[in-house]
């Protein structure tokens, strides 16, 4: 939830300076890589879990948002 500490440290800032928030009301993973499509964010808060998931679907190894 946005309201959480965690959370609070890294959208209070960017919502600041005029960031937009979107908030999902789940996590699904096909959903994640619609949201990077169609959105194109630049910051996202995930647990470590969910950061895995995301590095081993198969979607993440061409997906231009994931390549650093």
Not at 8 to 19: D, S
Not at 29 to 55: G, R
Request: contains cysteine; glycine residues 6%.
């Amino acid at each position: 939830p946005r309201h959480s500490n965690g959370a609070a440290l890294v959208y209070g800032p960017a919502v600041f300076v005029g960031a937009t928030t979107y908030l999902h009301p789940g996590f699904h993973i096909d959903a994640f890589f619609d949201i990077l499509e169609e959105f194109k964010p630049t910051h996202s808060f995930l647990v470590p879990c969910l950061c895995q998931a995301i590095l081993d679907h198969p979607w993440s190894l061409a997906h231009p948002c994931l390549m650093m």
